[in-house]
DNA sequence: TTGTAGGCGTTATCAT
DNA sequence: ATGATAACGCCTACAA
């Protein structure tokens, strides 16, 4: 069955077809006045004949889509289908949609999706780190896409990934890392343990690298034995700490890098029949839902939260299991700018002092000083969804 | 900066704006033939501007948006997380796109999220069950896009959700459940609790229903109290299992309706300082990837499937914790079909016999026996889509 | 082998 | 206050 076009409504209104245009946009608010009666009579047709404005020709003469492209690897962790989630239900706020891209680091053709996504004529891309964007092609793929001045943010913490310019919204977890190990530090743990989960190269350093300054700090040998480098998975993380606990001196406490890996990890613990907290400590970061339900508890928020439930059980050897809640806080911004009416200003649920309202509050939060010129209004509310769930 | 457009590759390439057209979509091979030369002017005039066909003015002119909608619950639920990750796979092979939606049962926009997506001349959708499909607007918005012959393809197992006749992919624990509790009761359990933890009423009753026949069949009462109903989240399930627990007469056994509330039930075992399996056993469902990192181990695979860890290592009064499968060989197929060439037939991976190649497969899995007319391609495709995850 | 022209459903700019 | 008309960028008969 044939959908009833604009035509059909104004020949079945007797009006013409920018009438309609004008009734069912409701621009008679403002600009073009449409008479009482002639509106009923549009509106009503509209209503017998079901008619919808095809978005398609919307977008073909407006130029907007109302789409945002997102991007994320499709590697099963919570944390990214968190961001999904997020990143969705703020963009439906705005009126938009979520064309959703999921990127596999095997997959062959993850540049042709990259680069398909970036042929619909989205208004906005948000991505996730992925090692796709190095390459040739999808390097290109971006570069284009800035060239069309889309408004694109990253949700990403490492610089490395891509050498173009563009927005990223920066979660560091540095500062909980140096809390973390002076903490282990000051309980006389001496060999600390990091499983290094990643997908990309790179990923993730913030914590390595404090992880590595901190033993330095405390004159204490960096013991590459320690530092087990895997591959994304729960079961490489478990495969990984299973290393770690053969090791003729074991470690005693661990720093794992995300949740979704501690708990692999805290699974090969409980193979080799040791007990969190007693035998060993385990620290993980994102503060996905599932840590809180984990046995024993990878329990939740920053180390100096008040509501940290973990620290009240502290032992000489062993600090519980933490899951560091993501540092948005502590992520570098350079400007604060209050919130520009009208550009979706809205608090960051759970830091109240910390509100979105324009691309300049996180741009180039890690690189340079000043922020690059971007004035595409989106480009706000984008980060502001990013920012959001990041 | 302004994309390049057919028009102007034509012009650089000196010909006309048809013969890009051809050329762009290698209608070359088979019917319009284009000479090699003019081939190759055309491709490097394209290359030249960076010219993208227009995918809005492609949508628009051709009718088709090469998008499919997907509407998923916006639980905290990984079980509809892989749904969304496999059906954009899936997706993404056959040249489409997804649209993604979640609705959540709280907001009060939810009937407009539906709607709008329903607007943008998607061509088709999954969606998972909710119960915003029930209401009245949702109700006349599925009409709608059933009229527009848009082929739709419902996940979910309870036919009370929807009155409409739309294809539907079912999983049915039902056969499992019988199981489990034919094990159950052999081993002399008694008192086995079921957690009945759900975001839509009457979902899942393939697997109360099954535990209450179990239980009548072996001459035991059913008791209420026995069956705790709950909401969809973690908290909710271990509030219930707490409930449970606290019984005077407290169950031996547990079932919960899916493995993200078992996790819950898990923690909640753990904090009333029980453990699994020595003083109860637990059963989830959809062997979410999770499952087997959990502590105890919430198992995987069907009961009976030879590669049954926990099976092997029985006592008399438990059975380890099991996750059963995803029950897609005990849906329902009333019609099997040869994979048709060309329309996806693809395997269902660890389920060598079963393949997907036409709509009539899974038609009208439960309600009639005849499959409904729908000759839509895509519907074959999308079914694939939506099975290949179920 | 290539070019011409019409139309997809909107919106915006002019007239009326 | 409303109506005609011209784009938006592409595809596809059909004509040349």
Chains 1, 2 share one sequence.
Not at 81 to 108: D, F, T
Not at 282 to 309: E, H, K, W
Request: one cysteine or more; charged letters at 20%; a neutral charge.
């Amino acid at each position: 069955m044939k959908l009833p076009t604009q035509a059909d409504v104004a020949r079945l209104a007797g009006v013409s077809r920018a009438t309609v245009s004008y009734v069912v946009n409701d621009q008679a608010g403002g600009q073009i006045p449409i008479s009482e009666e002639t509106r009923q009579r549009v509106l009503a047709a509209v209503a017998e004949l079901g008619y919808v404005p095809d978005s398609r020709a919307q977008a073909l003469r407006s130029g907007s889509t109302k789409t945002i492209g997102l991007i994320i690897p499709d590697i099963q962790n919570p944390h990214f289908w968190e961001m999904a989630a997020g990143v969705e239900q703020e963009a439906s706020k705005i009126g938009y949609h979520i064309l959703l891209s999921s990127i596999s680091p095997k997959s062959r053709d993850a540049e042709d999706v990259f680069e398909n996504l970036s042929y619909r004529r989205i208004d906005g891309l948000i991505m996730v780190p992925s090692f796709i964007y190095q390459s040739q092609k999808a390097q290109k793929t971006l570069a284009d896409l800035l060239r069309q001045r889309i408004p694109i943010v990253g949700m990403m913490s490492n610089l490395s990934q891509i050498n173009l310019d563009i927005d990223r919204v920066v979660s560091d977890y540095r500062d909980a890392t140096l809390e973390i190990m002076t903490h282990l530090l000051d309980l006389q743990h001496r060999r600390i343990g990091f499983i290094y989960g990643i997908a990309v190269p790179n990923l993730g350093e913030d914590r390595l690298s404090a992880y590595r300054e901190s033993l330095q700090s405390a004159n204490l040998r960096v013991d590459p034995e320690l530092i087990a480098s895997c591959g994304p998975t729960m079961e490489d993380s478990y495969q990984a700490t299973l290393r770690l606990l053969q090791l003729p001196d074991r470690p005693t406490a661990l720093l794992v890098i995300n949740d979704l890996l501690a708990v692999g990890a805290l699974r090969a613990i409980s193979d080799r029949n040791l007990r969190v907290p007693h035998d060993i400590s385990l620290f993980g970061y994102d503060d996905i839902p599932l840590a809180q339900y984990m046995v024993p508890r990878l329990s939740t928020t920053r180390l100096t939260s008040p509501n940290c439930r973990a620290s009240s059980a502290l032992s000489l050897r062993s600090l519980s299991t933490i899951s560091i809640a993501t540092a948005l806080p502590t992520a570098r911004v350079r400007r604060w700018v209050p919130p520009a009416p009208g550009i979706m200003p809205r608090l960051i649920s759970g830091w109240p002092n910390l509100a979105v309202s324009d691309a300049t509050i996180m741009s180039h939060a890690m690189a340079s000083s000043q922020p690059p010129p971007r004035h595409h209004p989106l480009t706000a509310a984008i980060i502001g969804l990013a920012m959001a769930v990041s």
